[in-house]
């Protein structure tokens, strides 16, 4: 068990408690979600080269990756001026383009965006 912790409810998870009353509820609503959501990036992802999680980490590199810019990751593959050995560009934007969104999230989140 953790600690109290003050964190900062920003809107998603305004969202996400919305209709919770009472720090427990809150709370239950938060690691159920939390919990979850880790389930998932447990059996999602991709199998990258370390060209390709380069080239996906440039991408990602402006920071904050809003679900509509992982949406975008195919696209932004095909856009980069990124270059790597043994990086085909195309490939991995038809691989991106093929992933469900389950799996971009597993990607960006496994390098740590």
Not at 17 to 31: C, E, M, P, R, Y
Request: charged letters at 25%.
């Amino acid at each position: 068990m953790i600690a109290n912790t003050r964190i900062f409810f920003g809107p998603p998870l305004a969202l996400l408690t919305a209709d919770q009353t009472g720090t427990l509820k809150i709370s239950g609503k938060i690691n159920r979600t939390a919990e979850r959501y880790l389930e998932i990036m447990r059996h999602h992802g991709l199998e990258l080269s370390q060209a390709e999680r380069a080239c996906i980490a440039h991408i990602c590199d402006i920071g904050f990756m809003a679900p509509q810019e992982i949406r975008e990751l195919p696209f932004e593959v095909t856009e980069t001026e990124f270059e790597s050995e043994g990086l085909n560009k195309e490939a991995l934007a038809a691989r991106l383009e093929a992933a469900s969104f389950e799996d971009l999230v597993a990607v960006v989140e496994e390098l740590g965006f």
